[in-house]
Nanobody, 120 residues
Framework: QVRLVEFGGGLVQAGGSLRLSCEASGSIPRFNRMGWYRQAPGNQREMVAVMAIGGITNYAESVMGRFTISRDTAKGTVYLQMNSLKPEDTAVYYC??????????????WGQGTQVTVSS
């Protein structure tokens, strides 16, 4: 069984930075893709950033240029460096991973989420 655990959420002022990390444990397969999603109160869960094998990345337009995803494929870890944070980035951030190519929001494995709150 695969388990994903997120670290690094918290409270930060607008303009600040946070770094999220996600570690996989259990019988870890070689993930085709790992990434981050978020869900704010009253909103649907949305893709933030995803990285596939080979380093192919996909970012939400709202975070492009501010957030950077990286991963260690061998370790089954993924990171999200978030800079120039805005209050609208406030949400629960979820780590996700899939063994095979998937569409957004259709990942195989999900973490429990970590809260990110950006104060104005």
């Amino acid at each position: 069984q695969v388990r994903l655990v997120e670290f690094g959420g918290g409270l930060v002022q607008a303009g600040g930075s946070l770094r999220l990390s996600c570690e996989a444990s259990g019988s870890i397969p070689r993930f085709n893709r790992m990434g981050w999603y978020r869900q704010a109160p009253g909103n649907q869960r949305e893709m933030v950033a995803v990285m596939a094998i080979g380093g192919i990345t996909n970012y939400a337009e709202s975070v492009m240029g501010r957030f950077t995803i990286s991963r260690d494929t061998a370790k089954g870890t993924v990171y999200l460096q978030m800079n120039s944070l805005k209050p609208e980035d406030t949400a629960v951030y979820y780590c996700a991973a899939s063994r095979w190519p998937r569409g957004n929001n259709n990942e195989d494995y999900w973490g429990q989420g970590t809260q990110v709150t950006v104060s104005s």
